[in-house]
């Protein structure tokens, strides 16, 4: 039943949406590993089931009002009554809600088949703080986007230390809270490597709107050797303008947030922009990753992205922006 | 028919309303008593900070030198030809804190009065600066009968006539490099950036940063004189810090100027307000404990939140509490930086 | 009317919730029981015992109650079956809807890991 | 009575000339703007029920600004800021100022005309709860216009709103908003169930009430359990943001998930408590358009309580994504679908009925309307299903799928019946119907426009799109979904539009008297000719739908010839029976219009504003001056034995005052000894609850040693002391004109022990060194005594209030309500204050 469900409303869907189609990059209808996959026939099931009992009460409805005597009387009959609301729902949701469970219980198995990959993931107020960890056992930090080894679980440690946040990349699993003094653990799982995109589900005030980031699945190999180069410092400018953007980096006391490894910017209250010109957004996927991007960033974030906790560098002139801007967008 | 007479005589322009005559008796009684009524009303709410310090009056004293005495005409001196022949005129200030409660002196200060051409305070919100000169009426000698009126000089201030340079007019506040400034509300400039002081004064210049006493001071200074203004006291040597012991405050302080406080969010003060940081960071060691204070106050109530800069440390300064604040200013009181750290102290950063 | 005892209120109520109440109970102690089991101290196992336990006994009550419905009409002063017919007829549908609701989450310590938090 | 035909009827024709004037006088309706003191249930009820609506219009009104910001990405037609407020007062707005409030109206207009009786035992509590509420609900929503509104969603998660992540009066002003309707609610849930069980016809057994009559008693009786976990909730966010005692703050053992948990538990039976009078409301029209009585009315009763029940154990299916234990989720899971199988009873039983009809169903615009609700309510209870499958859950959850269900549970569940009530009940309370033409088209428009606007919000909602943001990126698919969501709000809006015009053109209020009769030919009572005295005389009723199977009844009520055709003691009374056959018990006397409520309400919402806004001095003389109107309020209710027995037809003669369990005033404190109790449980599983979250926090390891045994012994001790004199002052009580002043003695003492075993609790926590705002710990055991304090200062008024009432000569053995009232609360206080005792002294030792 699960088939031809998904086709009749993936062609619903595409009738409505002609450009977008059924690709969605951020849609629980396109699931693309572990849990997301194990959630999906579940949820055509009970779709489908939903749609079947509508139509029946529908028809019902239907019958009741206009239909021949002969049937109404069928219908008003108790065993109608008893057959229609009572042992047909028990029946169905009997089995719906066992289903339920052996999902449930296949999020278990999941979990306790995790290897030693772990991630952790902070939310905070309204970005991600995204902790690797070598092989070597060395932390590894970065923000605002999640990259996946395909093929292998990875256990996500999830955290917050100021209000609830929910983690939620609907292509992957389903969400799951960040709660400050608790810690919550997802197993994620790429079947295929691509990019979707995950966004913060609980109310988390001002810019909780703005809260989105990226997952990067990519073959376990490359995986690797990212990770590798994610762990190694922060490239030198080359430029003259680049080396002025690093100076006005220091001079405007950037690093009282933000760190970059290799340098004396080691702020840990912002996100890490070690190798920030490599990730595919910023502002937490609210804005491309260029030198223009940064440079608006840094004056107007307040515009950009109401509430948030950086203040507007409005004081910086132009050029002085374009420095800083072509300075972040070196730290690949 | 009275509102009607009212209208006739508005119509008519019998009623005269020139200067050079005094309103009739009658309606002089009345003006004055609704005057007296709705500023003892709007005063209500106001609430007395401590105003025992005779440094705060002295800072007042300046200010009134040049922002009131031009029609209030100070102690000891006769009044301004052109005040006199204001109506209502300008009433001495000797004993009006008999005269008025301090909370209506504050409000009069504050708000000015329609009518009178005495103006409101010039810079929104600064009631802080207000009480300095409350508390320099509160102490202005009673009565000047003493001084026979012959001998009582014209002023030598005002309407821009025998203005000293303006470097005297900033030392006669800020001190000099032996000299604390006069109040522990005004801050020490001496070895003070030189990028930042020259912002300052153009803040204060173009109306984007609010004080009563600063802006009309730095209205009439040219693009050159606050150049140079600026380059002399960035020259000049940072009086010693006045070194006091450290209690618990301090600590906590200067853990947060040195450290932040990651869980609000809050960067370390001294990751900007550093030597080695931009020109137009200022530098904080040396300041008074009560000049941050209110500062970081003025911050947090967004009051300075106009400019570009003042904009980026109110966001930072939303999330202090005023205890935190409070800390901070114990800490750079102290000496800041520069003061020695205590024993315990040192091993606490450690 | 007047000729026969007055029915007691609070009995009569007991009476018709007396499913509801059921599962109310069972509910209460697998989910206070399910929780204790999981706390640091204790040992996961025992959270068998204190989902079943609970879960069979009011299944039984349950059963017993259909059986012995009039006798527990009676003991609890509400109207005897013949003089209320559509009350009685609540108490036992009341029942048998409890009754599903007491086996569907007791069962669910047949299919699911029982401390196990995350995914 | 059994016997009694219908040629013998309780009272003989001809009735004596001047009764009907008398109860005409007795009954009147204050004219001009002293209307505002009316109190009969139908004056009231009318304008209860209109403030409701209004606040859904300003509500709706919200609404559709948000769908104009969301129509398009990257919209700023609202900024972040306003639209975070917009989304928290829709949520707020509907569910405490229109939702709860709109079926409370229409308990406290339909019900007494459903029961025959003239009006709801309390009148003048109901418009007190109303007045509080309009008071307090247009003060709260006005905030959004001062940017002062709350702005943390409509189920206020901390640690968000905390004072460090929510500074500012604005989450306050939503602890005020629900602090009224918690007050209006509770009244009203007094109101409803001593009404319902009390003040129906003679014969009307339990079950020959009518469905709604059981709705709405379900309806109070979830609210006496599922409000007080709220009201707690409240008080303890409101505690920690003023006084920093650390509740939900993680840092000192207090855990946010604790907000969650009481707040769904209130949560969750909100929504059916919302939605059971609503069905109630469908099971009365659909027979009436069928002209067949409801088939399955017994498997409906079931299906009414079964939903009270599990509606209390699934309000973890909020929660499925905070990362519990796997079976415990599994547990509420499997309540969530057995919630579902009463919604499937009463379809199919709405169903079976109109198959049944007399001919064929009749459509008409409730019809409609009830069809309407058919379709709709049953996709949302379908994807609700779905939703109570955990793992899709996770899915969904916080998405516009949500919001697309649950609007089709609310809107199709709630908002769809309230419209058919309107059309089927105005012409009860109208002289004039409203119009066919005009609810028709209202009806299309509302159902195209609803579906437009919701359905492809399930799309929305599984292509990624989280609720609560205000702008969203046009690259991801959501944009067709969400323009076309915005326009169908649009049309939806055109139609309640439309019932406006119909409103303003036809419904025309009768201030109590009686309507346009009855146009659909239905069973009920509340179609009984009448006037503003309700019914002109009380029926005995033998079956479910009286009007159908007496053809003589109104013509009978109308005559008089039926109970009480009179006002036998010259004032406002009504019949109460007793709670399970309805065998007439006594004639009750009721109070008439009044100033002293208005002036409560009025003082109250002050209390509670003025501390809102941190004016406490004249926020305390404001809660004095409510006291006192309270105190005026209560003086007169008391009237005493003075009018002997009357009778009121069949031979029957009745007292017209009583003490005791058979009293209306005891039905009233025992709801409130409810209230309390689940208050105190709540309690209790909130500090077991955060044992369990941070055990470490627990003396004698994370605090100072708990205070020796002989502070609570001595504590207890002093209680139970005050328990026994009560008890004795119970039975020294002074034979009626013979003073005496061993019961006030003996009342006073009984209020001094109670007062100082709180103190000396306090006391003893003090001196051990504990502060409430060290730890968890330390909030929760010092909020035994907050809680305690609550029992204690309504003991010590009601204590006060007895002792005045005895020496002014109003109180002895026979006229004893007032210290019924007073016996009831005490002993329940000091159990509570032994359980305290018990619980903060006992369970650490225990524990550590």
């Given at each position: 039943m699960a088939r031809p469900a998904r086709v009749l409303a993936c062609t619903c869907s595409s009738a409505m949406l002609p450009l977008a189609g059924c690709a969605g990059i951020q849609s629980a209808l396109v699931p693309k590993g572990g849990e997301a996959l194990d959630i999906d026939p579940l949820f055509w099931t009970s779709a489908g089931v939903a749609m079947a009992v509508m139509a029946m009460v529908t028809i019902l409805v239907a019958v009741a009002l206009r239909g021949p005597v002969r049937w109404r009387q069928v219908l008003s009959r108790e065993w109608f009554l008893t057959g229609g609301g009572i042992v047909l729902p028990i029946v169905v949701l009997t089995f719906l809600l066992v289903y339920g469970f052996l999902v449930m219980q296949a999020g278990a198995t999941r979990m306790s088949a995790a290897g030693e990959h772990v991630v952790t993931v902070t939310g905070k107020r309204w970005w991600w703080r995204v902790v690797y960890r070598t092989p070597e056992g060395r932390e590894v930090e970065s923000a605002n986007e999640l990259r996946l080894p395909v093929g292998r679980k990875v256990m996500v440690r999830l955290l917050s230390d100021d209000v609830i946040h929910s983690f939620w990349v609907p292509q992957l699993a389903g969400k799951l809270d960040m709660i400050p003094g608790r810690i919550n653990v997802l197993t994620l799982e790429a079947a295929e490597p691509g990019i979707s995109r995950g966004q913060c589900a609980e109310y988390c005030g001002g810019a909780h709107a703005l809260m989105a980031f990226h997952v990067v699945a990519m073959p376990a190999a490359e995986y690797d050797a990212w990770l590798a180069r994610e762990a190694m410092p922060a490239r030198v400018p080359a430029s003259a303008e680049e080396e002025r953007g690093a100076a006005l980096f220091t001079a405007n006391g950037c690093g009282a947030c933000h760190t970059i490894a290799g340098t004396r910017a080691q702020g840990r209250l912002g996100p890490d922009l070690t190798h920030v010109g490599s990730r595919r957004s910023i502002g937490a996927a609210t804005l491309p990753n260029d030198a223009a991007a940064f440079a608006r960033w840094i004056a107007e974030n307040d515009h950009i992205k109401p509430e948030n906790l950086m203040p507007p560098y409005r004081n910086l002139a132009p050029d002085e922006l374009r420095a800083l801007g072509a300075f972040l967008d070196l730290l690949e | 028919m009275v509102a009607i007479g009212l209208g006739l005589l508005a119509v008519s322009g019998l009623y005269n309303v020139a200067a050079t005559r005094p309103h009739f008796r009658p309606v002089d009684h009345l003006i004055k008593f609704a005057l007296r009524r709705s500023i003892s009303l709007h005063s209500l709410g106001v609430l007395l900070p401590d105003l025992t310090d005779p440094a705060l009056a002295q800072l007042g004293r300046e200010h009134f030198a040049t922002g009131c005495a031009p029609c209030h005409s100070q102690p000891g001196h006769a009044r301004h030809p052109i005040a006199r022949g204001m109506l209502p005129s300008p009433p001495r200030l000797e004993g009006a804190a008999s005269r008025w409660e301090t909370r209506e002196l504050f409000w009069i200060v504050r708000h000015g009065l329609k009518f009178t051409g005495m103006p409101a305070w010039t810079g929104r919100d600064r009631d802080d600066e207000v009480w300095a000169v409350v508390a320099y009426l509160q102490r202005m000698p009673h009565d000047d009968d003493t001084v026979p009126a012959r001998e009582k000089r014209t002023p030598a201030l005002g309407f821009g006539i025998d203005e000293p340079s303006p470097l005297a007019r900033c030392a006669a506040c800020h001190g000099d490099g032996r000299r604390r400034p006069v109040h522990a509300s005004v801050p020490v400039l001496h070895g003070q950036k030189e990028g930042y002081l020259a912002r300052a004064l153009s803040e204060y210049h173009d109306g984007r940063r609010q004080s009563g006493i600063m802006e009309p001071l730095a209205a009439v200074l040219s693009a050159e004189d606050i150049g140079r203004i600026a380059r002399h006291f960035a020259e000049a040597d940072r009086p010693a810090a006045v070194a006091r012991p450290g209690d618990a405050r301090v600590a906590r302080g200067r853990r947060i100027f040195r450290e932040g406080v990651p869980r609000q969010e809050l960067p370390a003060c001294r990751s900007c307000h550093a030597p080695e940081t931009s020109a137009q960071f200022p530098l904080l060691d040396g300041l008074s404990g009560h000049y941050v204070e209110a500062q970081l106050g003025l911050f947090r109530s967004g009051v300075r939140s106009g400019t570009t800069h003042g904009r980026i440390m109110s966001v930072i300064a939303e999330r202090l509490s005023p205890e935190q604040i409070a800390d901070i200013a114990a800490f750079l009181d102290s000496g800041g930086e520069r003061a020695p750290v205590p024993a315990e102290a040192r091993r606490e950063g450690e | 009317m007047r000729s026969e005892p007055t029915a007691s209120f609070w009995g009569t109520l007991l009476y018709i919730l007396a499913g509801p109440l059921l599962w109310a109970v069972q509910f209460t102690l697998i989910y206070a029981g399910h929780t204790a089991a999981c706390l640091p101290a204790v040992p996961e196992t025992l959270a068998v015992p204190l989902v079943a336990v609970p879960t069979v006994a009011a299944a039984l009550a349950a059963v017993a109650f259909i059986l012995r419905q009039e006798a527990f009409a009676r003991a609890l002063g509400a109207p005897e079956p013949p003089r209320a017919a559509a009350l009685h007829a609540i108490a036992r549908i009341a029942v048998l809807l409890a009754l599903v609701a007491v086996i569907w989450s007791g069962f669910a310590l047949a299919l699911v890991d029982s401390c196990l938090a995350g995914r | 009575m059994n016997r009694a035909g219908p040629d013998d009827l309780p009272n003989a024709l001809p009735r004596p000339p001047g009764e009907e004037e008398k109860l005409k006088r007795v009954w009147a309706t204050p004219r001009g703007w002293r209307i505002l003191s009316a109190v009969n249930n139908t004056v009231v009820g009318v304008a209860y029920l209109g403030f409701a609506f209004l606040f859904f219009l300003l509500a709706g009104v919200v609404a559709l600004v948000m769908r104009t910001q969301l129509a398009v990405p990257g919209n700023d037609v609202v900024g972040q800021d306003l639209y975070n407020q917009l989304f928290t007062m829709h949520g707020t707005t509907m569910m405490f100022l229109f939702a709860v409030p709109a079926m409370e109206a229409l308990g406290v207009l339909l019900l007494p005309q459903m029961l025959a009786a003239r009006d709801l035992p309390f009148p003048r509590l109901s418009a007190f709860a109303i007045w509080a509420y309009v008071i307090g609900g247009l003060v709260f929503?006005?905030?959004?216009?001062?940017?002062?509104?709350?702005?943390?969603?409509?189920?206020?998660?901390?640690?968000?709103?905390?004072?460090?992540?929510?500074p500012g009066d604005n989450a306050d002003f939503w602890l005020l908003g629900i602090g009224f309707i918690e007050i209006s609610a509770i009244a009203g849930a007094i109101e409803i169930v001593v009404g319902t069980l009390r003040t129906r016809p003679p014969g009307m057994s339990l079950t020959k009430m009518p469905i709604f009559a059981w709705a709405m008693l379900i309806f109070a009786a979830m609210i006496m359990f599922a409000f007080p976990a709220v009201i707690l909730a409240t008080m303890l966010l409101e505690i920690e943001r003023a006084f920093g005692w650390p509740f939900f703050s993680a840092e000192k053992g207090g855990d946010p998930l604790l907000w969650q948990h009481l707040f769904w538990f209130f949560g969750h039976p909100e929504v059916y408590i919302i939605f059971l009078p609503a069905a109630g409301l469908v099971s009365m029209i659909v027979p009436a358009m069928a002209r067949r009585p409801l088939i399955g009315y017994r498997l409906i009763v079931v299906a009414l309580i079964g939903t009270g029940f599990f509606s209390f154990g699934l309000w973890v299916h909020h929660m499925f994504a905070t990362g519990l234990p796997a079976l415990s989720l599994a547990f509420f899971s499997a309540v969530s679908m057995a919630v579902a199988i009463p919604s499937g009873i009463q379809v199919f039983s709405w169903i079976a009925t109109i198959a049944a009809s007399e001919g064929r169903f009749r459509i008409t615009t409730p019809s409609l309307f009830v069809l309407g609700f058919l379709a709709i309510f049953t996709l949302g209870g379908l994807t609700g299903v779905m939703v109570a499958l955990v793992p899709v859950d996770l899915q969904v959850h916080d998405t516009y799928f949500v919001v697309a269900h649950f609007h089709y549970v609310l809107i199709g569940g709630m908002v769809f019946p309230l419209f058919a009530t309107f059309y089927y009940w105005a012409p009860m309370v109208s002289r004039r119907r409203l119009s066919e033409t005009l609810g028709r088209i209202t009806f299309w428009l509302m159902f195209i426009g609803f579906n437009v606007a919701f359905l492809p919000m399930h799309l929305t909602g599984l292509r990624g799109m989280p609720r609560r943001v205000w702008t969203y990126p046009g690259d991801?698919?959501?944009?067709?979904?969400?323009?076309?969501?915005?326009?169908?709000?649009?049309?939806?809006?055109?139609?309640?539009?439309?019932?406006?015009?119909?409103?303003?053109?036809?419904?025309?209020?009768?201030?109590?008297?009686?309507?346009?009769?009855?146009?659909?030919?239905?069973?009920?009572?509340?179609?009984?000719?009448?006037?503003?005295?309700?019914?002109?005389?009380?029926?005995?009723?033998?079956?479910?739908?009286?009007?159908?199977?007496?053809?003589?009844?109104?013509?009978?009520?109308?005559?008089?010839?039926?109970?009480?055709?009179?006002?036998?003691?010259?004032?406002?009374?009504?019949?109460?029976?007793?709670?399970?056959?309805?065998?007439?018990?006594?004639?009750?006397?009721?109070?008439?219009?009044?100033?002293?409520?208005?002036?409560?309400?009025i003082f109250m919402a002050g209390f509670f504003l003025l501390l809102t806004v941190k004016l406490v001095v004249p926020a305390v003389l404001s809660g004095i001056a409510c006291i006192i109107a309270c105190i005026w309020w209560g003086w007169s209710l008391d009237p005493g034995p003075v009018k002997g027995d009357v009778p009121i037809g069949a031979g029957i003669v009745l007292p017209t005052y009583v003490s005791g369990p058979r009293s209306h005033a005891w039905w009233a404190m025992i709801v409130l000894v409810?209230?309390?109790?689940?208050?105190?449980?709540?309690?209790?599983?909130?500090?077991?609850?955060?044992?369990?979250?941070?055990?470490?926090?627990?003396?004698?390891?994370?605090?100072?040693?708990?205070?020796?045994?002989?502070?609570?012994?001595?504590?207890?001790?002093?209680?139970?002391?005050?328990?026994?004199?009560?008890?004795?002052?119970?039975?020294?009580?002074?034979?009626?004109?013979?003073?005496?002043?061993?019961?006030?003695?003996?009342?006073?003492?009984?209020?001094?022990?109670?007062?100082?075993?709180?103190?000396?609790?306090?006391?003893?926590?003090?001196?051990?060194?504990?502060?409430?705002?060290?730890?968890?710990?330390?909030?929760?055991?010092?909020?035994?005594?907050?809680?305690?304090?609550?029992?204690?200062?309504?003991?010590?008024?009601?204590?006060?209030?007895?002792?005045?009432?005895?020496?002014?000569?109003?109180?002895?053995?026979?006229?004893?309500?007032?210290?019924?009232?007073?016996?009831?609360?005490?002993?329940?206080?000091?159990?509570?204050?032994?359980?305290?005792?018990?619980?903060?002294?006992?369970?650490?030792?225990?524990?550590?």
């Amino acid at each position: 039943m699960a088939r031809p469900a998904r086709v009749l409303a993936c062609t619903c869907s595409s009738a409505m949406l002609p450009l977008a189609g059924c690709a969605g990059i951020q849609s629980a209808l396109v699931p693309k590993g572990g849990e997301a996959l194990d959630i999906d026939p579940l949820f055509w099931t009970s779709a489908g089931v939903a749609m079947a009992v509508m139509a029946m009460v529908t028809i019902l409805v239907a019958v009741a009002l206009r239909g021949p005597v002969r049937w109404r009387q069928v219908l008003s009959r108790e065993w109608f009554l008893t057959g229609g609301g009572i042992v047909l729902p028990i029946v169905v949701l009997t089995f719906l809600l066992v289903y339920g469970f052996l999902v449930m219980q296949a999020g278990a198995t999941r979990m306790s088949a995790a290897g030693e990959h772990v991630v952790t993931v902070t939310g905070k107020r309204w970005w991600w703080r995204v902790v690797y960890r070598t092989p070597e056992g060395r932390e590894v930090e970065s923000a605002n986007e999640l990259r996946l080894p395909v093929g292998r679980k990875v256990m996500v440690r999830l955290l917050s230390d100021d209000v609830i946040h929910s983690f939620w990349v609907p292509q992957l699993a389903g969400k799951l809270d960040m709660i400050p003094g608790r810690i919550n653990v997802l197993t994620l799982e790429a079947a295929e490597p691509g990019i979707s995109r995950g966004q913060c589900a609980e109310y988390c005030g001002g810019a909780h709107a703005l809260m989105a980031f990226h997952v990067v699945a990519m073959p376990a190999a490359e995986y690797d050797a990212w990770l590798a180069r994610e762990a190694m410092p922060a490239r030198v400018p080359a430029s003259a303008e680049e080396e002025r953007g690093a100076a006005l980096f220091t001079a405007n006391g950037c690093g009282a947030c933000h760190t970059i490894a290799g340098t004396r910017a080691q702020g840990r209250l912002g996100p890490d922009l070690t190798h920030v010109g490599s990730r595919r957004s910023i502002g937490a996927a609210t804005l491309p990753n260029d030198a223009a991007a940064f440079a608006r960033w840094i004056a107007e974030n307040d515009h950009i992205k109401p509430e948030n906790l950086m203040p507007p560098y409005r004081n910086l002139a132009p050029d002085e922006l374009r420095a800083l801007g072509a300075f972040l967008d070196l730290l690949e | 028919m009275v509102a009607i007479g009212l209208g006739l005589l508005a119509v008519s322009g019998l009623y005269n309303v020139a200067a050079t005559r005094p309103h009739f008796r009658p309606v002089d009684h009345l003006i004055k008593f609704a005057l007296r009524r709705s500023i003892s009303l709007h005063s209500l709410g106001v609430l007395l900070p401590d105003l025992t310090d005779p440094a705060l009056a002295q800072l007042g004293r300046e200010h009134f030198a040049t922002g009131c005495a031009p029609c209030h005409s100070q102690p000891g001196h006769a009044r301004h030809p052109i005040a006199r022949g204001m109506l209502p005129s300008p009433p001495r200030l000797e004993g009006a804190a008999s005269r008025w409660e301090t909370r209506e002196l504050f409000w009069i200060v504050r708000h000015g009065l329609k009518f009178t051409g005495m103006p409101a305070w010039t810079g929104r919100d600064r009631d802080d600066e207000v009480w300095a000169v409350v508390a320099y009426l509160q102490r202005m000698p009673h009565d000047d009968d003493t001084v026979p009126a012959r001998e009582k000089r014209t002023p030598a201030l005002g309407f821009g006539i025998d203005e000293p340079s303006p470097l005297a007019r900033c030392a006669a506040c800020h001190g000099d490099g032996r000299r604390r400034p006069v109040h522990a509300s005004v801050p020490v400039l001496h070895g003070q950036k030189e990028g930042y002081l020259a912002r300052a004064l153009s803040e204060y210049h173009d109306g984007r940063r609010q004080s009563g006493i600063m802006e009309p001071l730095a209205a009439v200074l040219s693009a050159e004189d606050i150049g140079r203004i600026a380059r002399h006291f960035a020259e000049a040597d940072r009086p010693a810090a006045v070194a006091r012991p450290g209690d618990a405050r301090v600590a906590r302080g200067r853990r947060i100027f040195r450290e932040g406080v990651p869980r609000q969010e809050l960067p370390a003060c001294r990751s900007c307000h550093a030597p080695e940081t931009s020109a137009q960071f200022p530098l904080l060691d040396g300041l008074s404990g009560h000049y941050v204070e209110a500062q970081l106050g003025l911050f947090r109530s967004g009051v300075r939140s106009g400019t570009t800069h003042g904009r980026i440390m109110s966001v930072i300064a939303e999330r202090l509490s005023p205890e935190q604040i409070a800390d901070i200013a114990a800490f750079l009181d102290s000496g800041g930086e520069r003061a020695p750290v205590p024993a315990e102290a040192r091993r606490e950063g450690e | 009317m007047r000729s026969e005892p007055t029915a007691s209120f609070w009995g009569t109520l007991l009476y018709i919730l007396a499913g509801p109440l059921l599962w109310a109970v069972q509910f209460t102690l697998i989910y206070a029981g399910h929780t204790a089991a999981c706390l640091p101290a204790v040992p996961e196992t025992l959270a068998v015992p204190l989902v079943a336990v609970p879960t069979v006994a009011a299944a039984l009550a349950a059963v017993a109650f259909i059986l012995r419905q009039e006798a527990f009409a009676r003991a609890l002063g509400a109207p005897e079956p013949p003089r209320a017919a559509a009350l009685h007829a609540i108490a036992r549908i009341a029942v048998l809807l409890a009754l599903v609701a007491v086996i569907w989450s007791g069962f669910a310590l047949a299919l699911v890991d029982s401390c196990l938090a995350g995914r | 009575m059994n016997r009694a035909g219908p040629d013998d009827l309780p009272n003989a024709l001809p009735r004596p000339p001047g009764e009907e004037e008398k109860l005409k006088r007795v009954w009147a309706t204050p004219r001009g703007w002293r209307i505002l003191s009316a109190v009969n249930n139908t004056v009231v009820g009318v304008a209860y029920l209109g403030f409701a609506f209004l606040f859904f219009l300003l509500a709706g009104v919200v609404a559709l600004v948000m769908r104009t910001q969301l129509a398009v990405p990257g919209n700023d037609v609202v900024g972040q800021d306003l639209y975070n407020q917009l989304f928290t007062m829709h949520g707020t707005t509907m569910m405490f100022l229109f939702a709860v409030p709109a079926m409370e109206a229409l308990g406290v207009l339909l019900l007494p005309q459903m029961l025959a009786a003239r009006d709801l035992p309390f009148p003048r509590l109901s418009a007190f709860a109303i007045w509080a509420y309009v008071i307090g609900g247009l003060v709260f929503f006005s905030t959004i216009f001062y940017g002062l509104a709350p702005k943390g969603g409509w189920f206020m998660y901390p640690p968000l709103t905390l004072t460090e992540y929510s500074p500012g009066d604005n989450a306050d002003f939503w602890l005020l908003g629900i602090g009224f309707i918690e007050i209006s609610a509770i009244a009203g849930a007094i109101e409803i169930v001593v009404g319902t069980l009390r003040t129906r016809p003679p014969g009307m057994s339990l079950t020959k009430m009518p469905i709604f009559a059981w709705a709405m008693l379900i309806f109070a009786a979830m609210i006496m359990f599922a409000f007080p976990a709220v009201i707690l909730a409240t008080m303890l966010l409101e505690i920690e943001r003023a006084f920093g005692w650390p509740f939900f703050s993680a840092e000192k053992g207090g855990d946010p998930l604790l907000w969650q948990h009481l707040f769904w538990f209130f949560g969750h039976p909100e929504v059916y408590i919302i939605f059971l009078p609503a069905a109630g409301l469908v099971s009365m029209i659909v027979p009436a358009m069928a002209r067949r009585p409801l088939i399955g009315y017994r498997l409906i009763v079931v299906a009414l309580i079964g939903t009270g029940f599990f509606s209390f154990g699934l309000w973890v299916h909020h929660m499925f994504a905070t990362g519990l234990p796997a079976l415990s989720l599994a547990f509420f899971s499997a309540v969530s679908m057995a919630v579902a199988i009463p919604s499937g009873i009463q379809v199919f039983s709405w169903i079976a009925t109109i198959a049944a009809s007399e001919g064929r169903f009749r459509i008409t615009t409730p019809s409609l309307f009830v069809l309407g609700f058919l379709a709709i309510f049953t996709l949302g209870g379908l994807t609700g299903v779905m939703v109570a499958l955990v793992p899709v859950d996770l899915q969904v959850h916080d998405t516009y799928f949500v919001v697309a269900h649950f609007h089709y549970v609310l809107i199709g569940g709630m908002v769809f019946p309230l419209f058919a009530t309107f059309y089927y009940w105005a012409p009860m309370v109208s002289r004039r119907r409203l119009s066919e033409t005009l609810g028709r088209i209202t009806f299309w428009l509302m159902f195209i426009g609803f579906n437009v606007a919701f359905l492809p919000m399930h799309l929305t909602g599984l292509r990624g799109m989280p609720r609560r943001v205000w702008t969203y990126p046009g690259d991801v698919g959501w944009d067709m979904l969400n323009m076309i969501s915005t326009v169908g709000a649009f049309i939806l809006a055109a139609g309640v539009l439309v019932f406006i015009v119909d409103l303003l053109r036809n419904f025309r209020p009768t201030a109590g008297g009686g309507g346009a009769g009855d146009p659909w030919g239905a069973g009920t009572l509340e179609w009984l000719p009448g006037d503003v005295y309700a019914a002109r005389s009380i029926p005995l009723v033998r079956s479910r739908e009286p009007l159908w199977d007496q053809p003589n009844l109104a013509r009978e009520v109308e005559e008089g010839r039926h109970f009480l055709p009179n006002a036998p003691t010259g004032g406002r009374e009504t019949l109460v029976c007793s709670p399970v056959e309805a065998k007439p018990e006594y004639v009750l006397q009721m109070p008439g219009p009044g100033w002293s409520h208005v002036l409560a309400a009025i003082f109250m919402a002050g209390f509670f504003l003025l501390l809102t806004v941190k004016l406490v001095v004249p926020a305390v003389l404001s809660g004095i001056a409510c006291i006192i109107a309270c105190i005026w309020w209560g003086w007169s209710l008391d009237p005493g034995p003075v009018k002997g027995d009357v009778p009121i037809g069949a031979g029957i003669v009745l007292p017209t005052y009583v003490s005791g369990p058979r009293s209306h005033a005891w039905w009233a404190m025992i709801v409130l000894v409810f209230v309390a109790t689940s208050l105190y449980i709540a309690y209790v599983f909130s500090y077991l609850y955060l044992w369990v979250v941070s055990p470490d926090a627990w003396s004698p390891h994370g605090a100072p040693a708990l205070p020796p045994a002989t502070w609570p012994l001595a504590s207890g001790a002093l209680v139970a002391a005050g328990a026994a004199a009560m008890l004795l002052a119970g039975r020294r009580l002074p034979a009626p004109g013979r003073p005496s002043a061993t019961a006030p003695l003996l009342l006073a003492f009984a209020a001094l022990a109670m007062t100082g075993a709180v103190v000396l609790e306090v006391l003893g926590h003090w001196y051990s060194g504990l502060r409430p705002g060290q730890n968890a710990y330390a909030a929760a055991t010092y909020m035994a005594s907050v809680l305690n304090v609550q029992v204690g200062i309504a003991v010590v008024l009601l204590a006060g209030y007895a002792i005045a009432r005895s020496l002014v000569g109003c109180l002895d053995a026979v006229r004893r309500v007032n210290f019924d009232n007073c016996a009831i609360l005490y002993p329940y206080g000091a159990v509570q204050i032994l359980l305290s005792l018990l619980l903060v002294h006992g369970f650490p030792r225990m524990a550590g």
